[in-house]
């Protein structure tokens, strides 16, 4: 029975990566169709593709079987279910939902499209990498690299993560890939985005699905509601939303006139602003909050170390 219900578990946290994967390559399509730059490992996949006139999907393919094939000599417990899904479909999944992204809303560009496809892009980018992530069913063979070099040297994950997107980001310039300002926003801001993310759906969704597949008698009320809600509500209405909103604001685009349209951007370069600066202030609340609480288990520890 309870083979079983491993089974069982093991299944939905392979479903929750797979759409996660489908996710991150439909915000990935978005960063594409705006013209504001892929991550590096994208980039210079699709630079160095376009030059050998082959598709993106069989050319990423083949550098992740490469980097694979390290990763399983290295440290094979960076590998897992999550890892063949990424390193397979998502090149491919890129390549379709550009086709279909082409077909919807065309090639037109202009300010506002440009800020709608940026900001859809990175929310279902960072929402992709948060649910495959979540299940912890193995890394993306790109993202294994990183903790096998600290595994093997002195570097903290943070310099080798940021060492390694460096060395691709060049490479991507030199291949001549989609390199823009979302390429240096994904590569080193992206981490306070899919941490909400995982606070708010990725991590709930995968403790409902731990629940979910416990025996009977020991699973919480109202589990399988509670699943199907994070599902519908939090990962269905995000993507079909982001789709409304840019087609909407495409069909408005062309019916507004020049003052409207220079209103609109005055409000959006508000919006950013303030959204800016209340992102500002919540790292310094968070910092103010962190280190009084350094403070508090220091003295604690400081005056256990007396009683003793």
Known sequence: MQ??????????????????????????????????????????????????????????????????????????????????????????????????????????????????????????????????????????????????????????????RITQDILFLIAAVIAGGPVGFATIIVAFFTGPLISWWNEHVSDPLVKTIDESTLPKDQRSKNTVTTLLTHIGKRTYHTVANAFETTETMRRDIESASTSDLKTQLKIIRRNMTNSKAMYDSFVQQYHLIEDELQKRIARAKEKNSKNN
Request: net charge positive; glycine share 10%; charged share 10%.
């Open 3 to 160: 083979k079983k219900q491993s089974w069982a578990n093991l299944l939905m946290k392979t479903l929750v990566s797979f759409f996660g994967v489908a996710i991150l390559s439909m915000g990935t399509t978005f960063l594409r169709g705006g013209n504001v730059g892929l991550d590096p490992f994208t980039a210079v996949n699709t630079g160095i593709s376009n030059h050998l006139h082959i598709g993106l999907g069989v050319y990423q393919l083949a550098v992740n079987f490469v980097i694979f094939i390290f990763i399983f000599l290295l440290d094979r417990k960076q590998i897992g279910i999550g890892t063949i899904l990424n390193m397979v479909l998502v090149g491919f999944e890129i390549q379709w939902f550009t086709t279909i992204y082409h077909q919807l809303f065309g090639y037109r560009t202009g300010f506002l499209v440009v800020t709608a496809d940026t900001l859809i892009g990175l929310l279902l980018f960072t929402l992709g990498a948060s649910l495959y992530m979540a299940p912890n069913l193995g890394a993306a063979p790109y993202d294994a690299i990183a903790p096998i070099i600290t595994q093997r040297t002195k570097l903290s994950y943070r310099v080798a």
